[in-house]
């Protein structure tokens, strides 16, 4: 399994759980999590990374994700969430890796279907 799809696989499980333990699993304590490259606001720090993962979001979202490229330093990581009733959204992220499998910077690219006028 690649480095990528591990952290992916640890990366829904969190998501899931909202466990600040399988967070802090995939997170270096240092880490950036960015909602879009031009974040002014990134949440940092593996204690505000936990605390936004607990907030609310819709509930069952419905997902695929997969790698699309990597290398032992950087994961890219396309696909799609749905949140059925709620909003749609198409991904990439960024994985920046630290030397032991965490991330140490994330970055989402999402978009959201144009409305037909």
Do not use: C
Not at 63 to 76: N, P, Q, T
Request: net charge negative; charged share 30%; no cysteine.
């Amino acid at each position: 399994m690649s480095q990528t799809k591990k952290w992916l696989d640890g990366y829904i499980r969190a998501w899931m759980t909202k466990d600040g333990a399988d967070v802090r699993a995939i997170f270096t304590d240092d880490a950036e999590y960015w909602f879009r490259p031009d974040d002014p606001d990134p949440v940092i720090g593996i204690d505000a990374i936990v605390e936004m993962w607990g907030e609310d979001e819709p509930p069952n979202p419905q997902y695929e994700l997969d790698v699309l490229i990597e290398d032992a330093r950087l994961g890219i990581i396309k696909g799609h969430v749905d949140y059925p009733g709620h909003q749609f959204y198409s991904n990439l992220w960024e994985v920046h890796f630290a030397d032991d499998g965490r991330a140490s910077k994330f970055v989402e690219w999402f978009m959201t279907p144009r409305k037909a006028e």
